[in-house]
């Protein structure tokens, strides 16, 4: 989070870009791979830069799901909650992974910023059913254990590299 105020990198995309307004989907791809979703303080920093008003970007950036205005761990997770998923109990998934990393419906992401759980409506991985992605990685034929163990293998190879 130090670099928000540092915009070194968001200059340089949008020089990359060309200070061009009508490259701002591009350029808001490129800032959330910077930050892992868009900060207000950097749309805000686009805005002005780009002589576009706030309310421009901010309302592309609501508007395209592939955007986030809040911050997200460095694994993702998405369970995929499709009917095939879904009548394979992925819900049981989902609730196994926020028992094991302490999160509840509302908060979707650990207060060590590793992992952020979500539901999506579909994975297009039916044959594989009950499917979850890791960033992109797609761990299929998944049960609540299966799925809290690929976790948990994540875990401890973050704290042994941090250790």
């Not at 095939?84 to 910023?113: F, W, Y």
């Amino acid at each position: 989070m130090e670099n928000l105020r540092n915009f070194d990198q968001v200059c340089a995309i949008l020089k990359e870009h060309d200070h061009n307004p009508n490259r701002l989907i591009a350029i808001l791809q490129a800032v959330q791979d910077v930050y892992r979703y868009l900060p207000e303080e950097a749309m805000t920093f686009i805005a002005t830069s780009l002589g576009i008003p706030p309310a421009k970007v901010f309302g592309v950036a609501s508007f395209y799901a592939h955007f986030t205005l809040e911050p997200k761990g460095r694994f993702v997770v998405k369970v995929c909650d499709g009917t095939a998923c879904h009548v394979k109990k992925s819900n049981d998934i989902a609730e196994a992974l926020r028992k094991h990393l302490g999160l509840t419906p509302q908060s979707q992401t650990t207060s060590d910023m590793l992992f952020t759980l979500e539901t999506v409506s579909c994975l297009g991985t039916c044959g594989l059913a009950p499917a979850l992605v890791i960033n992109d990685e797609v761990h299929g034929l998944q049960t609540p254990q299966s799925a809290v163990e690929l976790v948990s293998e994540i875990q401890a190879r973050e704290t042994a590299v941090h250790a």
